[in-house]
């Protein structure tokens, strides 16, 4: 045992989650480092190995789709550590595609990923924090949780009840002490997006043909020029550590205009700037 505070991610093998295990470690926690599969271990090991914080990350398999393994794993970790300080639901992909041609077996997985999985992991984890009356539940969302880009249905949909989901918890939570936190990034260099593009199936006669083409251009622009994701993981760090953490956390080029555009402007001229980076 170790009087570390306990921090569970989940979605740890890559991206926001394994750069903010090794982070979270870093800043005095012992980090259950959860990953659907075990054997994607090997760059967060050597990501912390690197960063000497190695002895206080514990890699665990969790596939948030299944809940028995959810429970498994979070009264795993309660009995081995007595606690569960922080949770980081950071496991998620992204869905592309057009709504008329994405397969609602998709939809589905998309949904069962991004939105079940966060709810059913967070749902098990409630208990412990809400019997010690503290606790952080830190939600990794995006800008698609704020406005839904064309060719993107499935993955801003998701995000969007990500963030109606823990606004409702937020305010379950703050009597008990629990704290509800929205992480929402811009475009970072991680592996969602290529695993997104490699997913996108086109229709040979697709009516979509010419939007497709534009937008798999945009997210190339993206990939190339997104910075590393250095911003987010402090973002989330200081989510973790601060004593009264806001409830969103905006991060990113352009995230805080967008989101103010939508809110500010009138609907139609969104709808003009959106067709003209569309044409």
């Known amino acids: 045992m170790h009087n570390r505070p306990i921090a569970l991610v989940t979605g740890a093998s890559s991206g926001f989650g394994m750069r903010a295990s090794v982070s979270l470690a870093k800043s005095g926690f012992h980090v259950i480092a959860s990953m659907r599969d075990p054997n994607k271990r090997e760059e967060l090991i050597q990501l ?18 299944r809940p028995d393994e959810i429970d498994q794993a979070v009264s795993g970790i309660v009995d081995r550590h007595g ?34 999985g966060l709810i059913d992991v967070t749902r098990a984890v409630l208990p412990y924090m809400r019997q010690k009356k503290q606790g952080r539940i830190i939600n990794i969302s995006s800008i698609s949780g704020r406005f839904g880009f064309p060719g993107l249905a499935p993955y801003c949909a998701s995000k969007h009840a990500v963030e109606g989901f823990s606004e409702s918890l937020r305010l379950e939570m703050l009597s008990f002490g629990i704290h509800v936190v929205l992480i929402e990034p811009g475009s970072y260099r991680t592996s969602i997006w290529e695993k997104s593009i490699a997913q996108v199936r086109q229709h040979r006669h697709s009516a979509y043909q010419r939007q497709m083409h534009r937008m798999m251009e945009m997210v190339e622009q993206i990939q190339a020029e997104a910075p590393a994701p250095d911003e987010v993981v402090a973002a ?42 569309m044409s």
């Open 48 to 65: 912390a190995s690197a960063q000497l914080v190695l002895e206080h990350v514990e890699i665990l398999a969790l596939d948030v789709t």
């Open 236 to 277: 989330i760090v200081h989510a973790a550590l601060s004593e009264k953490p806001r409830f969103r956390y905006p991060v990113g080029r352009g995230v805080r205009f967008t989101i103010a555009a939508k809110q500010w402007l009138p609907w139609k001229w969104i709808e003009r700037i959106v067709a003209r980076k």
């Open 83 to 116: 606690r569960i300080d922080i949770l980081l639901n950071n496991a998620g992909y992204a869905s592309g595609g057009f709504v008329e041609e994405v397969a609602s077996e998709e939809w589905r997985r998309q949904f069962e990923v991004n939105v079940f």
